[in-house]
Nanobody
Framework: QVQLVESGGGLVQAGGSLRLSCVASTSIFSITSMAWYRQAPGKQRELAAT???????VYADSVKGRFTISRDNAKNAVYLQMNSLKPEDTAVYYCRAEKFGYAYWGQGTQVTVSS
């Protein structure tokens, strides 16, 4: 079992920045990959960014150049730095971890970007 706790969401004006944090209950050395997904009202959950144990990173086209995913193995944490936020980035952001073929999700943190 892996428990994930997200934090850092909030209300920000367009053009602003937020940093999301996700702390895992277990060492992330054993986790294959960690990712941030987001779900806007009335839409399907979508991948924002993912980072593998080896360090490879993938971003959704919609966030490339604005969001940065990183991980701190010592703190069992993964972060999402979000810059130049747009109203269309408004969503609940979820942390996801994959370990031994199983996916674990956090409870989500709300990000609201006002125009």
């Amino acid at each position: 079992q892996v428990q994930l706790v997200e934090s850092g969401g909030g209300l920000v004006q367009a053009g602003g920045s937020l940093r999301l944090s996700c702390v895992a209950s277990t060492s992330i050395f054993s986790i294959t990959s960690m990712a941030w997904y987001r779900q806007a009202p009335g839409k399907q959950r979508e991948l924002a960014a993912t980072i593998a144990t080896g360090g490879s990173i993938v971003y959704a086209d919609s966030v490339k150049g604005r969001f940065t995913i990183s991980r701190d193995n010592a703190k069992n944490a993964v972060y999402l730095q979000m810059n130049s936020l747009k109203p269309e980035d408004t969503a609940v952001y979820y942390c996801r971890a994959e370990k031994f073929g199983y996916a674990y999700w956090g409870q989500g943190t709300q990000v609201t970007v006002s125009s």
